[in-house]
């Protein structure tokens, strides 16, 4: 597996959105930051590591909230893939509204043909459905339907920069959530 290669002028930008696996509520005294992926959650973020590994598709970059759910999530995908993705955490994901979420997209640097975020519902969903304007109706319509926790979508962009990425700049190409691969 390969990480997407640098872009030329008029090539896409790719952006992959990642929701953070189910984590768990029993672990009283917790804050919210510090709750760790359940038995289910733990299984959907391998499967869909794996998922990537048989697509043969990596990011070049990875950006990830600190949280421990997220990076938790982040280590079994990477467990999957055959290639080292850079990876920065910043705390500015976690919880981040999709406005932030866009402003953080449009500083990325230009060399990056791809990018994932690990980050956070309600943002992530709305940021992808802002982005989106075309793509295969029925993964549209189940993106719309929900954004479940573990799931990942990927939208392209016909875009040089990414401080073009802008509501509806994207096309839906990929929308899987782990009850697919693994039959929750």
Not at 29 to 43: H, P, T
Not at 91 to 108: F, N, V
Not at 175 to 182: A, D, H
Request: glycine share 6%.
């Amino acid at each position: 597996m390969t990480a997407y290669a640098k872009p030329k002028a008029g090539m896409t930008k790719t952006l992959f959105l990642l929701r953070h696996a189910k984590s768990s509520w029993k672990e009283t005294g917790l804050e919210d930051f510090d709750r760790s992926l359940n038995r289910r959650g733990r299984a959907a973020a391998t499967a869909i590591g794996q998922y990537l590994a048989e697509a043969n598709i990596a990011p070049a970059q990875i950006l990830c909230s600190s949280a421990k759910r997220t990076r938790e999530t982040l280590e079994r995908v990477q467990g999957a893939l055959t290639t080292a993705v850079p990876t920065r955490f910043e705390r500015g994901i976690y919880l981040a509204e999709a406005p932030a979420l866009l402003r953080r997209i449009k500083r990325l640097s230009d060399s990056l043909a791809s990018v994932m975020i690990v980050g956070h519902n309600p943002g992530l969903e709305i940021l992808a459905e802002m982005l989106i304007n075309d793509g295969d109706e029925s993964l549209r319509q189940a993106l719309a339907a929900k954004f479940p926790t573990g799931s990942l979508c990927i939208i392209k962009a016909d875009v040089v920069h990414w401080a073009e990425f802008k509501a509806r700049c994207g096309q839906l190409v990929a929308f899987v959530c782990p009850r697919q691969l693994i039959g929750e």
